[in-house]
């Protein structure tokens, strides 16, 4: 799957003109949407079953605790949008991103949105453990996850041997992801 991960968040007109660039001239298959501004932000990205839309919940980033982890009276704030996502997906396909830099977290979220899936950003250079992510995240079948390393597989080499390099990389996380699996 081809996944534009431009974290798309605005007004309706606006999403839809982001959507129609995504879905209609990138070709992608999902991306990733910043539910912040509400419903009518995100629902131009909803395409039936065959679009996703991945609505960030508990993002990799240090910074994602300045709001993702505000407590609301329903919870944390992170919570609340998992929950949302169950809601919402009766539009279409809905997921949600949630960092491998919590792992902690990842039980919880999954309990909340059992079946959805998630993209995982955060393992590799941001210090997220594939392992981890696939005991703590996955659906109930060992599935739902979509597990995303960049800088660990880009920035694998930067001399004449960039190819092997990464794909040694790649390699390595296949395999550190499969073996909790089996």
């Given at each position: 799957?081809?996944?534009?991960?431009?974290?798309?968040?605005?007004?309706?007109?606006?999403?839809?003109?982001?959507?129609?660039?995504?879905?209609?001239?990138?070709?992608?298959?999902?991306?990733?949407?910043?539910?912040?501004?509400?419903?009518?932000?995100?629902?131009?990205?909803?395409?039936?079953?065959?679009?996703?839309?991945?609505?960030?919940?508990?993002?990799?980033?240090?910074?994602?605790?300045?709001?993702?982890?505000?407590?609301?009276?329903?919870?944390?704030?992170?919570?609340?949008?998992?929950?949302?996502?169950?809601?919402?997906?009766?539009?279409?396909?809905?997921?949600?991103?949630?960092?491998?830099?919590?792992?902690?977290?990842?039980?919880?979220?999954?309990s909340i949105a059992p079946?959805?899936?998630?993209?995982?950003?955060?393992?590799?250079?941001?210090?997220?453990?594939?392992?981890?992510?696939?005991?703590?995240?996955?659906?109930?079948?060992?599935?739902?996850?979509?597990?995303?390393?960049?800088?660990?597989?880009?920035?694998?080499?930067?001399?004449?041997?960039?190819?092997?390099?990464?794909?040694?990389?790649?390699?390595?996380?296949?395999?550190?992801?499969?073996?909790?699996?089996?």
């Amino acid at each position: 799957p081809v996944i534009l991960d431009f974290k798309a968040g605005d007004i309706g007109n606006t999403a839809e003109k982001y959507a129609e660039m995504a879905y209609d001239v990138l070709e992608a298959d999902a991306v990733t949407v910043n539910a912040y501004m509400g419903f009518d932000a995100v629902q131009p990205f909803f395409r039936g079953r065959e679009k996703c839309v991945f609505l960030l919940c508990l993002t990799s980033n240090p910074g994602s605790n300045d709001f993702q982890r505000l407590e609301t009276k329903e919870g944390p704030l992170f919570e609340v949008v998992a929950a949302t996502a169950i809601k919402w997906s009766a539009e279409g396909s809905c997921g949600l991103v949630v960092g491998a830099t919590h792992p902690d977290d990842l039980p919880r979220v999954r309990s909340i949105a059992p079946d959805l899936p998630f993209l995982i950003p955060g393992v590799g250079s941001q210090g997220g453990d594939a392992r981890t992510v696939a005991t703590q995240a996955t659906t109930s079948d060992g599935a739902g996850v979509l597990i995303n390393a960049s800088r660990s597989i880009l920035y694998a080499s930067s001399g004449s041997d960039f190819a092997n390099a990464a794909r040694c990389a790649t390699e390595q996380l296949r395999l550190a992801i499969e073996e909790p699996l089996e």
